[in-house]
DNA sequence: TAGTGGTCTAGACCACAGC
DNA sequence: CTGTGGTCTAGACCACTAC
């Protein structure tokens, strides 16, 4: 109800009736909606105009076309991220990975790992403290959930410090890369995140596969030693609409 | 270079000459690209395949349409909200604003205030353990910087706690809200900020000002007292083009 | 094979911006 | 006023999906 549709364009009159069905309940998530075909017909419009309908709801997250198949409601069911108390000492202290403190009895998984080394990129030096020219450790991966990717990230360390350690090696063994730096005088004891939020790039949709009107949560995260040394920065792109952040902390 | 286009449609090939033309410092923020008529002629297609192509520009939030003027590249400037020191006692405690804590030497003004009792919608109710029915105060208020509205954020406090304070008006005085929760024995001592990203609605694009291909970041705050009773839910509605969101914490 | 969405063309009229 | 982007039509061919 409430259409008030004064001088409103033919497919966003569409698209609301259509978003309103949704939201009402007449399609629950995985339905197919009503396509191009059924929209012309039903609306009495060409075919651009109805696909231009469609075309508001997939660029805002709330339908998915599958070639040759339809337009599907689209699913989702975040996952939460504690930004707080995963990275507690508690956790990677004790052995367990960062990691298991993001899953809600769901599989998270390694798909992808690649570790290198390499030159700085000039703001990962900027932050680690580094000169023009010094090499990093860089360790990139990606992580699955169900079978679809919801995060890529890339750490880099100063080569320097982790060299020769088992943070060069892909399993970086019990407690991850943090319990690692720990043992060689490095120990985390302070962490900056810096969240960002901006629709993906080209690359970005594919590494995620990435639905159209899904954005990415980019986080930037920096983690020093007790003398306040910085020892690893960590880029991370993360699926929008596969989780959600949340953050604990006293006044 | 490295334009491999194996079997790349039309569109994307040109949207991706744009792109690099962009980022090669060719075209800066604020100025025009070429318009549909250019891209016509110079690539030979069809109007609407050289709109297909801005349009790519236009939902990866690097270029805006103005009617009747052009496509321009966009500018980006983000504000840097800390999450944690914006909300440290020291700061509303000392009397100042704890958007004072967000600003880097520039305006961030308060455009529009509503307060208002209202029945709790659901999700508020149970966050802040009321009874079906209960009253809460609704305190809404839009966030400008630079004329450009921010930031929407809605503040629901349990009507029976904050009842003849001054919290019920518009201007609740030196350290705001929660300043005087601290004088009704309700101090903030603890916050819980869940943070989601998503493509924005009609209403929250029109509210925000926001171009196409903008994202809105949600943030849901809860403060909780000293005896861990939940004492207000605010929840904001963030440009995400227009924020960097800091936290800041220790291991 | 029939139907779907993805791409593309070649026109059209409109509202709005800037001169 | 001219040029811009916004909307819309009526066709077309293709690749892919599901049956």
Redesign the pocket.
């Known amino acids: 109800m409430a259409d008030s549709d004064d001088k409103l364009?033919?497919?966003?009159r569409i698209a609301d009736a259509l978003k309103d069905a949704v939201n009402s309940g007449q399609y629950a998530a995985g339905d197919r909606?009503p396509?191009?075909?059924?929209l012309m017909e039903t609306y009495?419009?060409?075919?651009?105009?109805a696909?231009?309908a469609?075309g508001v709801l997939q660029s805002e997250g709330i339908a998915e076309?599958?070639?040759?198949?339809?337009?599907f409601v689209r699913d989702f069911r975040p996952l939460r991220r504690r930004g707080i108390q995963r990275l507690a000492e508690a956790q990677w202290g004790s052995g367990r990975s960062i990691w298991a403190a993001d899953i809600d009895n769901r599989e998270l998984e390694v798909d992808q790992v690649d570790v290198s080394v390499a030159v700085a990129p000039e703001r990962i030096a900027d932050t680690l403290g580094l000169e023009p020219g010094d090499s990093v450790c860089v360790r990139q991966r990606r992580f699955v959930l169900d079978g679809k990717p919801v995060l890529l990230s890339t750490s880099y360390l100063p080569a320097a410090l982790v060299a020769g350690t088992r943070i060069m090696q892909e399993d970086t063994g019990p407690g991850g890369t943090y319990a690692r730096l720990a043992e060689i005088d490095a120990k985390p004891a302070h962490f900056r995140e810096e969240l960002r939020s901006r629709m993906p790039t080209a690359d970005e949709t594919a590494a995620l596969q990435l639905a159209a009107g899904t954005p990415v949560i980019l986080i930037c995260r920096t983690a020093f030693a007790q003398d306040h040394r910085p020892v690893e920065v960590n880029e991370m792109t993360l699926d929008a609409a596969s989780y959600v952040l949340e953050y604990d902390f006293d006044a």
């Open positions: 364009p033919k497919y966003r909606l396509g191009e075909n059924d009495g419009v060409a075919r651009m105009t696909r231009q469609l076309a599958r070639k040759g198949a339809g337009v």
